[in-house]
């Protein structure tokens, strides 16, 4: 099983910069009262890392540390709100339209890895299998959740690995 990223809708009424102090995780799961099951989407690493750059268009804030950042702390807490989440709605959207013309049995390259094979180093891309359906479904709720962070002024917060 993959790493697990989590983006988790939190109303503007929950939110400080030490609320990500009161979310304790792991990989796999969320485990905060505050937060319930439908306000958050979970995003293989994989998926994640594929995407990575067109997250890198939208400015973030770390509130461990109170600074702004383009892009999400991959191990760490990234709050995203105010413009920057119509922004980051803006590009999801974009991305479901895309996903749309896939065909269903999906191969993405993913990383390269290496591997050494009588001392001799050989290397390839992963091949990451998704569906393009899986795909649009996640960025389709992951849209709603942004949209209601949009519509109520919360925040989107990305649990990294």
């Known amino acids: 099983m993959s790493l697990i990223h989590q983006l988790v809708y939190i109303n503007k009424d929950l939110y400080t910069d030490k609320?990500?102090?009161?979310?304790?995780?792991?990989?796999?799961?969320?485990?905060?009262?505050?937060?319930?099951?439908?306000?958050?989407?979970?995003?293989?690493d994989d998926l994640m890392l594929y995407f990575f750059d067109y997250f890198n268009w939208?400015?973030?804030?770390?509130?461990?540390?109170?600074?702004?950042i383009f892009g999400f702390a991959y191990h760490g807490i990234t709050s995203i709100h105010d413009k920057?989440?119509?922004?980051?709605?803006n590009i999801i959207n974009s991305l479901i339209q895309l996903f749309k013309y896939a065909p269903n049995k999906l191969i993405l390259r993913g990383s390269y890895v290496t591997?050494?094979?009588?001392?001799?180093?050989i290397g390839n891309y992963e091949n990451l299998r998704y569906s393009s359906?899986?795909?649009?479904?996640?960025?389709?709720?992951?849209?709603?959740?942004?949209?209601?962070?949009?519509?109520?002024?919360?925040y989107i917060y990305h649990l990294g690995i």
């Open 19 to 44: 609320l990500w102090e009161n979310i304790s995780y792991h990989p796999l799961r969320i485990n905060c009262d505050l937060v319930p099951e439908s306000n958050i989407i979970k995003f293989d």
């Open 58 to 68: 939208i400015e973030m804030y770390i509130p461990a540390i109170k600074k702004p």
């Open 115 to 121: 591997k050494t094979i009588k001392n001799k180093e």
């Open 84 to 89: 920057n989440l119509i922004k980051f709605q």
């Open 133 to 154: 359906s899986t795909i649009i479904s996640t960025f389709t709720k992951l849209s709603k959740l942004i949209k209601k962070a949009i519509n109520s002024e919360g």
